[in-house]
């Protein structure tokens, strides 16, 4: 699967915010953008607390921001973070997106010194549990 010239906006919105990450324990500041159904890019960088699980990831702050702006489902959706090996969503955040995602959405992970692996929601998160289980 291949980037489209929207992922670059993405990939720049997701950097833009990577820079406002607050991460003093990790020091893995991550960026996440999404392309909402209304055609807007809604971004969220990950929020540490010194309560660690308290924690928010950048993929969760960009899903907060898209439902506070209005968004409603993701249509793709754009991480970025440090090094070279792609920064994946954690098995949590697969969860969040697939809960505002179709299987086929496509999810791009990138350590910013690396190159780009692009996929679909599906390979991320198999076999999963959604909102139709219970009737949405
Ligand atoms: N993190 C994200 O925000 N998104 C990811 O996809 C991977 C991990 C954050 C959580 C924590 O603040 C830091 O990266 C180290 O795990």
Request: negative net charge.
């Amino acid at each position: 699967m291949s980037q489209t010239p929207t992922d670059k906006a993405l990939y720049e919105a997701a950097e833009a915010i990577r820079a406002k990450a607050y991460a003093p324990y990790s020091k893995f500041s991550v960026g996440a953008a999404i392309l909402a159904d209304d055609g807007q890019i809604y971004s969220g960088c990950n929020i540490e607390n010194a309560a660690y699980p308290q924690g928010s990831c950048a993929e969760t702050s960009a899903i907060a921001a898209m439902i506070a702006g209005g968004g409603k489902r993701i249509a793709r959706i754009y991480v970025t973070g440090p090094g070279s090996a792609p920064v994946t969503p954690c098995g949590g955040c697969r969860q969040r997106i697939r809960e505002f995602a179709d299987l086929d959405a496509t999810v791009i992970s990138h350590g910013v010194e690396g190159e780009a692996l692009v996929c679909t929601l599906e390979q991320l998160l198999p076999h999963s549990f959604g909102p139709e289980f219970l009737g949405k």
